[in-house]
């Protein structure tokens, strides 16, 4: 799946980038955490409920990253909750199934059937792809402009 972004207010950002020198990871991690929180709060809307472990256990995780202003954060089913999602069978209680996959992607019945899934998480993303963008580029507007005021350089 390629996604193809075309940011506007990119120009105004570059130049207060500029002035600035460099940026702080606090504000790329801050910019990039506060986008993707909203992802997850849609995905939990769009999840199916049937005792709520599944839109509990959506959460936002941050890759780690070794190159200075990126920061990643992917949404994730929580891994604590493993002993909920994972399904458990045969003899020796090999893991045969894990529910938040199941329900985002589908599954294969008994009787060899394709159950869809949901692509609540999926649907959560597209449709959020201008509100990522506009949290990011704001955010980081922001915080930048108001590290230059704090520096004097306006």
Do not use: C
Not at 78 to 104: A, C, L, T, W
Not at 119 to 137: A, G, N
Request: glycine share 8%; hydrophobic share 30%.
């Amino acid at each position: 799946m390629s996604v193809y972004l075309r940011v506007e207010g990119m120009n105004k950002l570059a130049k207060s980038l500029e002035e600035l020198g460099k940026v702080p990871q606090k504000y790329v991690t801050s910019a990039s955490r506060k986008a993707m929180t909203a992802v997850k709060n849609q995905s939990k809307e769009k999840a199916p409920y049937e005792t709520g472990n599944l839109r509990q256990g959506i959460i936002v995780k941050g890759e780690k990253s070794h190159d200075k202003g990126k920061k990643v954060y992917r949404i994730i089913f929580d891994p604590r909750m493993n002993d909920i999602f994972q399904k458990k069978s045969g003899k020796y209680g090999e893991v045969k199934g894990y529910y938040p996959v199941s329900q985002e992607y589908g599954f294969f019945s008994r009787a060899g059937n394709y159950i869809p899934g949901f692509r609540f998480v999926h649907k959560s993303f597209d449709s959020s792809l201008y509100d990522i963008e506009s949290t990011i580029i704001d955010t980081m507007q922001t915080k930048i402009d108001a590290e230059i005021r704090k520096a004097g350089l306006k």
